[in-house]
C-alpha cells in the first residue's frame, strides 16, 4: 500500500499536555465497579465522578473551579441503594445529570451552583421501568428532555424527563447484554453493540432496525460504536486473537468495511470520544495509560492515526469536556478528565498555533445548550440538527435553569365525586397549639439527626486513622 510521506493536515501536531499538579482533583476513591463506562463526565460548569460508597451507590460533583484536594467528608449525590454504573450530563442544562445503577433504576438530579451542605439524597425524578441493572445513559442530542437508558435486560427505554413517564420501551430488538448506545448527530437514529457481535443501527420511532452486521469485529470481548458528523459508523473490538481493531462503515452498506485496522494486543476495552467539529476521534483504553488520536477524512485510508499521548499512570475511567468548555484562546481542541485510583488529572489536547487571535478553522459553530425540539414534536417525527452556538468570544455558562417535572395524574381527568371543601374549612380544624407542637417536634428530629451525623463522622475519622495504622 502506498503511503505519501507528508499528509496535509491542520491536526497533525496536535499535543496532550497535563495541567499542572494544583489544578489537579486529589483524594477521590474512584469506584471499583467492575463495569465498562466512563465512571467521569463534565460540562462547562461541573465534574461528576463515580465514587466508591459504602451502603449503595454514589457520586460526586465538583465545580470545575474547586481543583486540589477534595475533602473527605464533602457531599455525595446519594440516593442509589447499589453502585451507579453509569452518568451523562443533560446537553441542554447544565445543572441537570442523570445516573443509572444496579439498583435497576435511573434517577436525575437538580445540582445546584453552590457547593451543599450535606449528601443529595432526594432526585427530582426516579424513572423506573428496567428489571435488571441499569448500565447505559445518554441524553437525546436536539430534543428537550429526552432520555434514552439501556439495561442487563437487554430492554432500551426512552423517557420523557419533564413528565417522568417512559415514551418508548424497546424490548424485542436485542438478545443479549448491550454494550453502547450513541445517537446520531440530529438524533433520528442510533447505534448499538451487543454481546451477541451484532452491530445494530435503529430508528427508536419505527421501532425498527434499519441496518445491522454480524460480527463486525471477529473477536469475543466487547465492541464500541459512536456515529460520525456524517452519518457514518466508527466501531472499536477486538479481531479473532485478541487484537485490537478499529473500524469505519458505511450504514447503507454494512458487508464490507470503509476502513479496518489492526492495533496492538491488549484487554482493555477502547472507549472512542468523537469531535464532530474536527473529526477526530480519541481511543481511550480501560487499564491503559495512553489516549490515541484519530482524524477521519473522505480520504483513503480514512482513519489517519495522528499521534498518541502517553503517561505512566493507567487510567480507571475518561472524562470528555463539549466544545464550549475549551479555552479557545490556548487553541484547546479537547480535553480529558483521567481517572486514576485517587485523583483526576485534567489532559488538555492543543493545536500549536503562533497567533493569539481566534481560530476559525478550529471553531467551527458547535452545538449549543439550547434544544432545537420539544420531546412531544420529536416523538411526532420531526428531526432537527443542533442549535449551533459561536465561540469567537468564548462561552459563559448560564446560571441554574431549574428542571420541571410535571407528573401527569390520572386522576386529573375524574371529575369530582363530591362537593368541594373550600381550604378554609380545612385550616380552621388546624389548631395553633397543634401547629406549635409539630414545630417543636420538627425541631427535635433536626437536632437528633445533627447528632447522629457528628456521630458517624467522627467515628469514619476514628476507623480512617486505624485502617492507616494497619497498613
Given amino acids: 500500500m502506498s503511503r505519501r510521506v507528508v499528509r496535509q493536515s491542520k491536526f497533525r501536531h496536535v499535543f496532550g499536555q497535563p495541567v499542572k499538579a494544583d489544578q489537579m482533583f486529589e483524594d477521590i476513591r474512584v469506584s471499583k465497579v467492575t463495569w465498562d463506562s466512563s465512571f467521569c463526565a463534565v460540562n462547562p460548569k461541573f465534574l461528576a465522578i463515580i465514587v466508591e460508597s459504602g451502603g449503595g451507590g454514589a457520586f460526586m460533583v465538583l465545580p470545575l473551579a474547586k481543583s486540589g484536594r477534595v475533602d473527605k467528608n464533602f457531599p455525595l449525590v446519594t440516593g442509589h441503594t447499589a ?27 437538580q445540582i445546584p451552583d453552590y457547593v451543599p451542605m450535606r ?201 470528555f469536556m463539549p466544545k464550549r468548555g475549551l479555552d479557545v484562546s490556548k487553541c484547546e481542541i479537547a480535553r480529558f478528565y483521567k481517572l486514576h485510583e485517587r485523583k483526576c488529572e485534567p489532559i488538555v489536547m492543543t493545536v500549536p498555533r503562533k497567533s493569539d487571535l481566534f481560530q476559525d478553522d478550529l471553531y467551527p459553530d458547535t452545538p449549543g445548550p439550547e434544544p432545537a425540539l420539544e420531546a412531544d414534536e420529536w416523538l411526532s417525527g420531526k428531526d432537527s440538527e443542533p442549535i449551533l452556538i459561536s465561540l469567537r468570544d468564548g462561552y459563559v455558562p448560564v446560571k441554574n435553569r431549574e428542571l420541571k417535572v410535571t407528573k401527569k395524574n390520572i386522576l386529573d381527568s375524574r371529575p369530582p365525586t363530591g362537593p368541594r371543601r373550600s381550604q378554609s374549612t380545612c ?30 463522622a467522627d467515628l469514619e475519622n476514628k476507623l480512617c486513622q486505624f485502617t492507616n495504622g494497619t497498613d
Fill in 427 to 456: 385550616d380552621a380544624n388546624f389548631s395553633n397549639s397543634a401547629l406549635q407542637e409539630l414545630l417543636e417536634e420538627i425541631r427535635s428530629l433536626r437536632q437528633t439527626v445533627q447528632t447522629h451525623e457528628k456521630r458517624i
Fill in 119 to 319: 449528601n443529595m439524597t432526594e432526585p427530582i425524578v426516579t424513572l423506573e421501568g428496567h428489571s435488571k441493572r441499569v448500565g447505559i445513559l445518554t441524553w437525546h442530542p436536539t430534543a428537550r428532555n429526552i432520555l434514552l437508558s439501556a439495561g442487563g435486560d437487554c430492554v432500551i427505554i426512552l423517557w420523557n424527563v419533564g413528565t417522568g413517564e417512559a415514551l418508548l420501551t424497546l424490548d424485542d430488538l436485542h438478545t443479549d447484554l448491550i454494550y453502547n448506545v450513541c445517537w446520531n448527530r440530529s438524533g433520528s437514529l442510533f447505534v448499538t453493540t451487543c454481546k451477541d457481535k451484532h452491530l445494530r443501527i435503529i430508528d427508536p420511532r419505527q421501532h425498527l432496525v434499519v441496518a445491522e452486521r454480524v460480527a463486525p469485529h471477529e473477536g469475543m470481548r466487547p465492541m464500541r460504536a459512536v456515529f460520525t458528523r456524517d452519518g457514518l459508523v466508527f466501531t472499536t473490538g477486538f479481531t479473532r486473537m485478541s487484537q485490537r481493531e478499529l473500524g469505519l462503515w458505511d450504514p447503507k452498506n454494512l458487508e464490507e468495511p470503509i476502513a479496518l485496522q489492526e492495533m496492538d494486543t491488549s484487554n482493555g476495552v477502547l472507549l472512542p470520544f468523537y469531535d464532530p467539529d474536527s473529526s477526530i476521534v480519541y481511543l481511550c483504553g480501560k487499564g491503559d495509560s495512553s489516549i490515541r488520536y484519530f482524524e477521519i477524512t473522505d480520504e483513503a485510508p480514512y482513519v489517519h492515526y495522528l499521534s498518541t499521548y502517553s503517561s505512566k499512570e493507567p487510567q480507571r475511567g475518561m472524562g
Fill in 83 to 109: 453502585p451507579v454504573l453509569d452518568i451523562d450530563w443533560c446537553p441542554h442544562n447544565d445543572n441537570v445529570i442523570a445516573s443509572a445503577s444496579e439498583d435497576t433504576t435511573v434517577m436525575v438530579w
